[in-house]
């Protein structure tokens, strides 16, 4: 006998309560419904009562996917030169990502790194006809763990900048702690590099090896790459998308498309379900688009993802919290999700091996040092090593002109390839002017080194530094070596 899908009600904590609602909903089933009629009366709708110029991302990524579907269908309403204006922007920006990204993916095939793409780069390797109506402006790709080295020095060497604002030398030896790291390359260069495709509060080391067994091969701007089974891309959009309240929404029409136009083994994503515990943003994800969308999810996946959700307890009440739609929450929501999703984020952070320790030195203010050096502010200065190696100390003063702002300041001091320290202060008035900081660490230097280089790092990393606001408050800031003096430790 078929199994059938319990009623799914719309009150707290059954998973109708966290469907997208309102215009949200309007976008989704304009989107979504096989009723073309009925769907491009929501698009008319939406765009008769909203402004796309005050849209969001959100709605500009579905309204790519609308317009993809309608076209001219919609040439009678007011807004269409709009959305035919912003299709092509973000089609135009979806493709220079593509570009910038083709040379260090080849580069990845050419040197045996399997590249796996995820997420919306996914579908556009599957069918490039999709560029249209799915914006893919930063790429995800996932490699192994024993790639991942490989595939990091590929990046850097490429010039890919990481976007948190660390130095190479101090990132890579901690990619063993990290799951992904973003990359930025020009004005449009975005990659997520993934060693691992789930985070750590859905963690399955038996799964991790298994999406691999399960690729298929494609085809992305020429590139040879890999992209997860049917099961699998469903899977990692409920598990990205699922619990971040809709930042993003169109992960649900990547779902509903995989499931339209692929032969989805179902038993291999309840089993997904099973080992990510995801199975409460599953059932929120395909029940609505089942129930409300249309799509044909079958029953019995359906209804299995259902019960497999309902024996889950608190964690299916937390998993609710944090699917509802952001437009959607009260003051109650707000903080109730809030906690729920600082707890998951603990969880995050996922059993990986233990990262390298930070070695941070804490500058201190000392009184204006009346020394003078005849070397210009710099970003980047050497520090010439002693004759002698082994365990010794090392004292640094620097001089800096700090903006008239609070602010964190962030250098490194490295040896060609290798990190030694992070060095670190805190300017907490705003009156700015000139600063003497001095830093005091131990370090290990072997013989006839090479100079160490001390480096001023920005504390954030953005594409454009065009703000002088974001400048003063995030760059990195050039500063002068005033002495660096080396004792053996005692």
């Not at 204006?85 to 089609?91: A, R, Y």
């Not at 020429?222 to 992960?251: F, Q």
């Not at 160490?452 to 002068?480: C, H, K, M």
Request: a positive charge.
């Amino acid at each position: 006998m078929a199994q059938t899908t319990r009623r799914i009600g719309r009150r707290f904590p059954d998973y109708g309560w966290a469907w997208p609602t309102g215009q949200l909903d309007q976008l989704l089933k304009a989107a979504l419904l096989p009723d073309e009629a009925a769907a491009c009366r929501y698009a008319a709708r939406w765009l008769d009562e909203n402004d796309i110029d005050a849209a969001d991302f959100r709605e500009h990524r579905l309204l790519a996917a609308i317009s993809d579907r309608f076209g001219r269908k919609l040439a009678d309403r007011a807004a269409y030169p709009r959305l035919v204006g912003l299709q092509k922007m973000l089609w135009t920006k979806s493709r220079m990502a593509m570009r910038e990204a083709e040379p260090v993916l080849q580069a990845m095939a050419d040197g045996g790194i399997p590249v796996m793409l995820i997420k919306g780069a996914s579908r556009v390797a599957l069918n490039a006809a999709a560029q249209r109506g799915r914006v893919a402006h930063d790429i995800d790709i996932l490699v192994r763990p024993r790639d991942m080295v490989g595939a990091f020095d590929i990046l850097r060497d490429s010039d890919w900048r990481i976007a948190t604002g660390v130095s190479p030398q101090y990132l890579r030896t901690r990619l063993d702690s990290l799951r992904s790291m973003n990359f930025f390359k020009g004005s449009f260069g975005d990659i997520d590099l993934h060693q691992f495709g789930y985070d750590g509060s859905q963690s399955s080391t038996e799964d991790d090896a298994a999406i691999w067994d399960r690729v298929q091969a494609a085809q992305f701007s020429g590139v040879s790459v890999l992209i997860p089974s049917p099961a699998d891309r469903i899977a990692l959009a409920i598990a990205h998308g699922g619990l971040d309240a809709h930042t993003h929404s169109d992960w649900l029409v990547d779902c509903a498309v995989t499931i339209q136009q692929d032969e989805v083994d179902w038993e291999v994503f309840l089993d997904i379900c099973a080992r990510r515990r995801i199975a409460p943003a599953a059932a929120v994800a395909l029940s609505y688009l089942s129930m409300e969308t249309g799509t044909p999810v079958p029953a019995m996946p359906l209804a299995r993802v259902v019960e497999m959700a309902d024996r889950m307890g608190l964690s299916r009440w937390s998993s609710l919290l944090q699917a509802k739609p952001r437009t959607d929450f009260g003051k109650l929501v707000w903080l109730s999700r809030g906690v729920a999703k600082q707890l998951r984020l603990k969880r995050k952070k996922g059993r990986l091996r233990q990262a390298v320790p930070d070695v941070i030195w804490r500058g201190r203010p000392v009184r204006s040092d009346a020394r003078t050096t005849t070397a210009l502010p710099a970003l980047s200065q050497p520090i010439p090593c002693p004759d002698f190696g082994g365990d010794m100390t090392l004292d640094v003063t620097v001089r800096i002109d700090a903006p008239p702002v609070r602010r964190r300041i962030e250098m490194e001091l490295n040896l060609g390839d290798r990190h030694i320290a992070r060095l670190r202060s805190t300017v907490l008035s705003r009156a700015g002017g000139l600063k003497v900081l001095r830093f005091h660490g131990r370090l290990i230097l072997e013989e006839q080194n090479e100079p160490l280089r001390l480096e001023a790092r920005p504390s954030r990393q953005f594409r454009e530094w065009n703000d002088p606001g974001i400048v003063a408050t995030y760059g990195a800031l050039p500063f002068q070596l005033l002495s660096a003096v080396f004792s053996p430790a005692s």
